[in-house]
Nanobody, 112 residues
Framework: QVQLVESGGGLVQPGGSLRLSCAASGSMFKFYTMGWYRQAPGNERELVAVITSRYSTNFGDSVKGRFTISRDNAKNTVYLQMNSLKPEDTAVYYC??????WGQGTQVTVSS
């Protein structure tokens, strides 16, 4: 089983930026599609962004143009750069792969 550990969450003002990181264990990282999902209280978990092993990306409609996803296979890490943050981006952000592994989540709060 792959261990996924997110970091980088916190409190940020509207319009600010954060970068989330997800470090993965194991030697198969470069072959996996990696993704970020989020879940706000009372809401279902929703797709934020995914990146394939070939670096193709896809984003949820609510974050297009504001968030970017990238990966560093040498570090077994996937990143989520979040810009122009809005209060509605407040959620727990989870890292996942296409093997069904999930991280424990990191809280992002956007508030003045």
């Amino acid at each position: 089983q792959v261990q996924l550990v997110e970091s980088g969450g916190g409190l940020v003002q509207p319009g600010g930026s954060l970068r989330l990181s997800c470090a993965a264990s194991g030697s198969m990282f470069k072959f996996y599609t990696m993704g970020w999902y989020r879940q706000a209280p009372g809401n279902e978990r929703e797709l934020v962004a995914v990146i394939t092993s070939r670096y193709s990306t896809n984003f949820g409609d609510s974050v297009k143009g504001r968030f970017t996803i990238s990966r560093d296979n040498a570090k077994n890490t996937v990143y989520l750069q979040m810009n122009s943050l809005k209060p509605e981006d407040t959620a727990v952000y989870y890292c996942t792969n296409n093997q069904g592994d999930w991280g424990q989540g990191t809280q992002v709060t956007v508030s003045s």
